[in-house]
């Protein structure tokens, strides 16, 4: 599937929030269980306004589109390198999107200077995360009623 990856637009807001809300409900289960009460405070800040809002804020929002503009995929980094968004469309999964969305976001990174990339991931992307180089810290933390392993890779 072929997709190319660019700065986020507002154009892009109201496609990425709702991709946020899918891939979380129909992708997530291994963290929500499918429990309104888990991924309704996950889902509550996945807003058109929240996403316009990332992308005019201090870090950068990359997106993924398809040949038909459809957005795939998305990814936000912090200027001091916490990727804190990475989701894809489950109709685009495990065909290289997030890969792609990473590598541009760890570029960010690199290019501010950074050495390293740390996140919490879910249940759901832990293997995804070891597959593009990340390592578990050991750090635990509960994130909305979910608890999410922290990840670091060296730049
Ligand atoms: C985790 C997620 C972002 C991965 O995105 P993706 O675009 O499907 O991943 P890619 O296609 O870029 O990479 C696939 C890699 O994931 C790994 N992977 C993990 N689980 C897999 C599975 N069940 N089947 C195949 N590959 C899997 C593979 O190792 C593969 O690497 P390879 O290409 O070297 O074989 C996506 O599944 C997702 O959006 N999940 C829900 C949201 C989420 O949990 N986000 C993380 C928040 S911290």
New binding site residues.
Partial sequence: MPFTISSATFTDAEEIAVLLRR?IVE??QDDHGNDPEKYEPWLKNKTTENVERWIVGPGRVFSAVDERRKVV?VVMGTPDGEVVL???SPDA???????MLMNAIEEYFRDRGLTSAV????C??E??YR?VGYAETGRVELHRELMCRQFRKAL
């Fill in positions: 891939s992708l997530c995929g990475n989701y894809v999964r495990f065909s290289g999107v997030s890969k996140l919490n991931s879910t759901t992307a293997r995804f597959s």
